[in-house]
Structure formats: structure tokens, C-alpha cells
């Protein structure tokens, strides 16, 4: 399968985030190696090496942008699946401890080939659901992207959430009970993406 290089993909996420050859070089490292599992194992739908820089990379990156300031010490990224957004986001910054909840056991096997291969030491991969890492565990921010039962995920989002869920979706999402959404921004080059930042009430 073709690839890209590493100027093209900073090309292709311009719109989204600035991208310096270095994290442009382990986004391509990334690329390399999920669209290798992807060929035997479905971890997304999306197969074009354009297509996953700017949809998956580009709109968790963008999402990376706008976690606040100061940024959070630690994030949860809920329901990860190949790593979106928690990934890219640990990569944009490597100060934020990033804990990655992914259930299913080959992309939880595909996370932790990623954290191996690209030395990360501020991940974590948790090979279960998030509801299970431990009585009590909160993270500064909960972030989550393309969840099968958004609402479902939302309530555990906001049960495990300090200080901000952050939420990649389509339009028409209401905000977890006890939060309020305080920006929804539109994200660059899509349609339907939203990133909506929810804090509490």
C-alpha cells in the first residue's frame, strides 16, 4: 500500500494544527504501521492513507489544540480504538500523562505495538472497559471520538472526568448531565465534525 512522506503529511494536517518535521516523522511511523494491521485486522474503515491522516490525525490533533491552558496533566482517552485522538495527542504533548481504554484485545495489541515502536513514555493502555480501571480513578480530561453509544459513554466520560470531556461528534449532541458545553467549534475541512468542550456546571 502507498505511503506518504513526512512532508505530505504535515501538508495534508496543516489545516488542522502546525506539524514540525519531528512529529510529522512518528506520524508517519504511526501511518506505516496501521495501515499494515489494517490490512488483516479491522481497526477503521477508512483504508486511503490521505484520507486517515486527515480524518483520524489531523481532527485529533486539532482536538490537541484546544485542550486549554494550562494543559491537563493527565487525559483519558475513552474508547481509543486505534488510538483516536488519544495518540496523536500524547505525541502533540509528550507532558500529558495519556491513558488509552480500548476493550477490544487486537486494537488494544495494536495501541500497545504503537507505544512500543515509537518509545512513548507518557502512555498507558488500559485492555479493558475504562469503567474498570480502578474505584475512584479520575483523569483532568476525558476525550473520546467516534463511541458507539455516545450517550453511554458520555455518562461514564463525565463520572471519570475532573475538569473537561473533550468530544469529536456530529452536530446534535447534548451535554452529560451535570456539564455544560463551553465551545463547540467546528472542525477544519469536514462537514459534520464538531469539537465540542464540555466543563462542569
Known amino acids: 500500500m502507498a505511503t506518504l512522506t513526512d512532508s505530505q503529511i504535515a501538508e495534508i494536517i496543516a489545516p488542522y494544527t502546525a506539524v514540525d518535521s519531528g512529529l510529522a516523522g512518528k506520524l508517519s511511523v504511526y501511518l506505516d504501521l496501521l495501515l499494515r494491521w489494517n490490512a488483516r485486522t479491522n481497526l477503521t474503515a477508512i483504508r486511503e492513507p490521505e484520507q486517515i491522516v486527515a480524518r483520524h490525525f489531523g481532527e485529533s490533533l486539532f482536538a490537541g489544540s484546544h485542550l486549554g491552558h494550562p494543559l491537563p496533566p493527565t487525559l483519558l482517552d475513552l474508547g481509543s480504538g486505534a488510538g483516536f ?117
Open 85 to 201: 485522538p488519544g495518540l496523536p495527542i500524547a505525541l502533540i504533548h509528550p507532558e500529558i500523562g495519556v491513558t488509552l481504554a480500548e476493550s477490544q484485545n487486537k486494537k488494544s495489541t495494536f495501541l500497545r505495538e504503537v507505544v512500543r515502536t515509537l518509545a512513548l513514555q507518557n502512555v498507558e493502555v488500559w485492555a479493558g472497559r475504562a469503567e474498570d480501571l480502578g474505584a475512584g480513578r479520575r483523569f483532568h480530561t476525558v476525550a473520546l471520538r467516534a463511541v458507539d453509544n455516545m450517550e453511554a459513554a458520555l455518562a461514564a466520560a463525565s463520572s471519570m472526568a475532573e475538569a473537561q470531556i473533550i468530544l469529536l461528534a456530529g452536530a446534535g449532541v447534548e451535554s452529560p448531565e451535570g456539564y455544560r458545553f463551553a465551545e463547540t467549534i467546528r472542525v477544519p475541512r469536514s462537514n459534520s465534525s464538531i469539537l465540542y468542550r464540555a466543563i462542569p456546571k
